[in-house]
């Protein structure tokens, strides 16, 4: 069973930077996928980042240029470093991972909140 822990949420003021951390563990296999995923009330969970064990990257569009995805394969670890934050970046933050490398994500953290003030 893969378990994902996130870290690093926080409150910043608008063009501040924050890092996110999550640490995986439970793989069954060196070819996986992770990412990260952000949800504010009343809004549907959406993507923000995603990489593969391959160094593939992707990213939403809101964040292009701003936030950047990493990958530490000897430590399971993913990260999100995000800068210029604004307003508009403020939710819960998830983790997310895939076993299979299909970046069809069947694993979640509990979620760690990023408030960005104005």
């Known amino acids: 069973q893969v378990q994902v822990v996130e870290s690093g949420g926080g409150s910043v003021q608008a063009g501040g930077s924050l890092r996110l951390s999550c640490v995986a563990s439970?793989?069954?296999?060196?070819?996986?996928?992770m990412g990260w995923f952000r949800q504010t009330p009343g809004k549907e969970r959406e993507g923000v980042a995603i990489?593969?064990?391959?160094?593939?990257?992707s990213y939403a569009d809101s964040v292009k240029g701003r936030f950047t995805v990493s990958l530490d394969n000897a430590k399971n670890t993913l990260y999100l470093q995000m800068n210029s934050l604004k307003p508009e970046d403020t939710a819960m933050y998830y983790c997310?991972?895939?076993?299979?490398?299909?970046?069809?994500?069947?694993?979640w953290g509990q979620g760690t909140q990023v408030t960005v003030s104005s």
């Open positions: 997310a991972a895939d076993d299979l490398g299909t970046c069809l994500f069947d694993y």
């Open positions: 439970g793989f069954r296999r060196s070819t996986y996928c």
């Open positions: 990489i593969g064990t391959d160094g593939s990257t």
